[in-house]
Nanobody, 119 residues
């Protein structure tokens, strides 16, 4: 059964850096594109970045050039390297496939990891 565990969030000052990790359980990881999403308070969840199974990458315009998505297939782990963080990057960050994983027919999301950027 699929399982996603995000970690690495925390409180950082404007201009700081963080590395988020997503530990993935399940056989799907190596053969699927993986994504990072984020949800700020009072806002809808938004897509942040994608890394394909052949490690091509794409980014939302708001993070391009500051965030970098990578994957480690032997470790079944997804990463998001975040630099030059801004207060508007504050959100709960999630990893998932697109469309999201389902369990028993329902969308499955991990608990996410909270990033707070202070001004």
């Amino acid at each position: 059964q699929a399982h996603l565990v995000e970690s690495g969030g925390g409180l950082v000052q404007t201009g700081g850096s963080l590395r988020l990790s997503c530990a993935v359980s399940g056989d799907f990881f190596k053969s699927n594109s993986m994504n990072w999403y984020r949800q700020a308070p009072g806002k809808q969840r938004e897509w942040v970045a994608t890394v394909s199974e052949i490690e091509t990458t794409s980014y939302a315009s708001s993070v391009k050039g500051r965030f970098f998505i990578t994957r480690d297939n032997p470790k079944n782990t997804l990463y998001l390297h975040m630099f030059s963080l801004q207060p508007e990057d504050s959100a709960v960050y999630y990893c998932n496939t697109n469309p999201p994983l389902t369990i028993n027919g329902l969308p499955y999301w991990g608990k996410g990891t909270l990033v707070t950027v202070s001004s």
